[in-house]
């Protein structure tokens, strides 16, 4: 798994420009997600295929 301080950094093409989004990186095995507002604050990290999950639910593919 990559460190979280060498990851690429990305957010949404949907965000708009007032700042209020969540930032993405893909570790490898695992994704982490931070406050693109406070990008030297704590970061979310889970197991990659949580993330899966989590996205497919969001989107209504549920793929359980």
């Known amino acids: ?3 979280v301080d060498d990851a690429a950094w990305f957010k949404s093409s949907y ?7 969540v930032e993405v990186a ?15 604050g704590p970061v979310l990290t889970c197991a990659a295929g949580g993330w899966r999950a989590f ?7 549920d793929e359980r």
Do not use: F
Not at 15 to 21: E, F, K, L, V
Not at 26 to 40: E, F, W, Y
């Open 1 to 3: 798994m990559k460190r």
């Open 15 to 21: 965000s708009n420009g007032n700042g209020n989004c």
């Open 26 to 40: 893909n570790l490898g095995t695992a994704v982490a997600v931070r406050d693109s507002k406070v990008q030297a």
């Open 55 to 61: 996205i497919g639910n969001v989107a209504g593919d």
